[in-house]
Nanobody, 122 residues
Framework: QVQLVESGGGLVQPGDSLRLSCAAS????????MGWYRQAPGKQRELVAT???????NYADSVKGRFTISRDNAKNTVYLQMNSLKPEDTAVYYC????????????????WGQGTQVTVSS
């Protein structure tokens, strides 16, 4: 059993910063990719940022230069530092991880967190 638990969402004003955290726990053998996606009301879920275990990153164009993803591989935790937040960043943010479990070391499973609300409003 694997769980992803997010924290750090909230209500902020435009221009403010927030830091999201997501910790993976359970029978984890390895995690290849961890990342963040978001879904605004009436829109499809979209990629925000991802990071491989080796440190390679990928960002949505809309957040480049404002958001920074980082990982602590020893803690199976991924972070998203969000600066210069805009109203259009308002969404539910979901943590995602590609995980191999101790029971199935050669099969990748895609896990999602429960989501954390980020609201940017004056």
């Amino acid at each position: 059993q694997v769980q992803l638990v997010e924290s750090g969402g909230g209500l902020v004003q435009p221009g403010d910063s927030l830091r999201l955290s997501c910790a993976a726990s359970g029978s984890i053998f390895s995690i290849s990719v961890m990342g963040w996606y978001r879904q605004a009301p009436g829109k499809q879920r979209e990629l925000v940022a991802t990071m491989t275990s080796g440190g390679s990153t990928n960002y949505a164009d809309s957040v480049k230069g404002r958001f920074t993803i980082s990982r602590d591989n020893a803690k199976n935790t991924v972070y998203l530092q969000m600066n210069s937040l805009k109203p259009e960043d308002t969404a539910v943010y979901y943590c995602n991880a590609i995980i191999r479990t101790i029971r199935e070391k050669f099969h990748d499973y895609n896990y999602w967190g429960q989501g954390t609300q980020v609201t940017v409003s004056s």
